[in-house]
């Protein structure tokens, strides 16, 4: 899979010049930013790594989670979406225009993957839930299955829960923690965690809801992965939307992430790392001429024969955990 079909490089030219307008914003407050301590382990000890566009990204000496610290709060987090240029760039255009290869390309396989595993884990299939939402279309694919009884987005944000109640989706517009359901069988989470400002607030509202032995589905950044383990060594000025905040807070390899779950209650079943994307993204980064390989010729061929040898390394980094796209699956206890 390429890049541009689900992020087409015109719209993410002019959404970069709207999220640097939108940090410009919140750097204003920077001051008022929060010190934490690690949000896998609580250790305070932790190695400044580098700075991005104002944001210190440092790495827990325990564990090895990589997040920014200081952070902005929870207030300042909202009232950033709120307001977010690119985040209204993003809803208006680049989600709309995409939609169907998004669905095609990921959110059909992201399902069958997800029924696959709750059948192999043996899960009933009475109630999903996924937190996070957003457009509703992994929701609206899931009910086209007919597996589970019922299905339920939950979505903090108003515009994107509106979107959800259009598509007919029983949705709840807040944030997990609020909400009255209980008896859930599996609940999901695409690419919410590295967003919030405590993930462990967010994992006990998890756990609170769902049902014992129930499976909870994380999917979030490697950092350990080829690509993103690629874009930390680019400098400071360049545009890497994976790994750059506010959007993008807490950082998780295999490990750290276990050991954030279990932390939670949660046995880790299994960690995949199924991600397609990271030969093409480290490829554009060539080509863009902000690396320059001629020292490592091997990286070089392997990228620009993206056909024949980017895929197979493609397929070489998922297999191994080694893609920067992660799947937890994990159960309550
Ligand atoms: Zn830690």
């Not at 920014?68 to 985040?87: D, G, K």
Request: proline share 5%; net charge negative.
């Amino acid at each position: 899979m390429e890049e541009n079909a689900i992020r087409p490089s015109e719209y993410r030219e002019i959404n970069r010049k709207l999220h640097d307008e939108d940090i410009e914003d919140l750097m204003s407050k920077r001051d008022e930013f929060i010190y934490i301590d690690c949000p896998t382990c609580s250790e305070s000890k932790e190695r400044e790594l580098f700075n991005k566009k104002g944001f210190r990204f440092v790495e827990c000496n325990c564990c090895k989670t990589i997040f920014i610290n200081p952070r902005p709060s929870v207030e300042m987090l909202t009232e950033f979406y709120a307001n977010s240029r690119s985040m209204k760039y993003w809803n208006e255009v680049i989600f709309p225009q995409t939609e169907n290869n998004r669905k095609n390309l990921i959110v059909k396989k992201r399902a069958d993957r997800i029924i696959d595993l709750c059948n192999k884990y043996n899960n009933d299939l009475e109630r999903i839930v996924d937190v996070g939402a957003g457009f509703g279309t992994f929701c609206e694919v899931i009910k086209d299955e007919n597996i589970f009884k019922e299905v339920i987005a939950v979505e903090p944000s108003d515009p994107l829960a509106k979107t959800c109640l259009q598509k007919n989706i029983k949705t709840f517009n807040m944030p997990i923690e609020d909400v009255s359901i209980f008896n859930i069988s599996v609940m999901t989470c695409f690419e919410v965690i590295e967003h919030l400002f405590d993930p462990n607030d967010f994992l006990r509202g998890c756990h609170n809801k769902l049902n014992l032995g129930g499976l909870l589905f994380i999917t979030t950044p490697n950092i350990e992965g080829f690509e993103m383990s690629m874009l930390m060594t680019l400098p400071e000025e360049s545009y890497t939307p994976n790994l750059g905040g506010p959007d993008h807070l807490n950082y998780f390899s295999p490990s750290s992430l276990t050991k954030l779950l279990e932390n939670n209650k949660f046995e880790v079943l299994e960690i995949l790392t199924p991600g397609e994307l990271d030969v093409d993204i480290v490829r554009q980064k060539f080509e863009s001429e902000e690396y320059d390989f001629s020292q490592v010729p091997i990286i070089k061929n392997i990228l620009m024969e993206y056909k024949t040898l980017g895929v197979k390394f493609q397929q070489f980094l998922a297999d191994n955990k080694l893609s920067s796209h992660m799947w937890a699956v994990a159960r309550k206890y």
